[in-house]
């Protein structure tokens, strides 16, 4: 057996672009999982109630929808909230009274339109209030699914907490 001639006791190159290699690991890995270098500030989560208005459906229709039961996104399946009310009342269009030439409500026969109230966990993300991954803003067309029953409306109110939307618009400027 033959000695070492050279007798270096060091580091060679394959180490040294071993060592670097590794600390990028360890420092890229650590910065990812903690978002060190995000600028982008989390959203705040509190409880939001919005309204959404089914028009001129049968009342059947009625029968499918309870309070207490979850409403889901009719497209990701993502659950919006659970329904706290329902409100219903006659479905009614505008149609032309051509004796009194003037224009009118009517009521439709056997029809009814719906507003379920529904209360969900949203994050507050300035401008938008998303839950899950669903935007909620009044005027909105969302398709739903409460139980067995497919549910295509609007929305037409939103109560959340404006506080906390307005703190993200400070922090964003």
Do not use: W
């Not at 000695?3 to 990812?32: H, M, P, Q």
């Not at 001129?56 to 993502?78: H, Q, S």
């Not at 056997?110 to 966990?121: H, Q, R, W, Y």
């Amino acid at each position: 057996m033959k000695a070492n001639k050279t007798g270096r006791k060091g580091i060679n190159i394959i180490d040294l672009v071993f060592f670097v290699v590794l600390a990028a690991v360890i420092v890229f890995a650590v910065v990812s999982i903690t978002g060190i270098l995000d600028n982008k500030q989390k959203g705040v989560q509190d409880n939001v109630m919005f309204s959404i208005e089914t028009t001129k459906n049968d009342p059947e229709f009625l029968n499918y929808v309870e309070e207490g039961k979850t409403i889901y996104d009719g497209a990701t399946k993502k659950e919006l909230g659970k329904i706290v009310a329902i409100h219903e009342k006659p479905a009614r269009e505008i149609a032309e009274n051509h004796e009194s030439k003037t224009i009118e409500y009517v009521e439709i026969p056997n029809k009814v339109d719906v507003i379920l109230e529904v209360e969900g966990k949203a994050t507050m993300e300035y401008p938008n209030i998303i839950i899950d991954t669903v935007s909620i803003k009044v005027g909105k067309r969302i398709d739903c699914i409460v139980g067995d029953a497919a549910v295509n409306g609007t929305v037409i109110s939103l109560d959340y907490d404006k506080a906390l939307l307005k703190k993200k618009e400070a922090q964003s400027k």
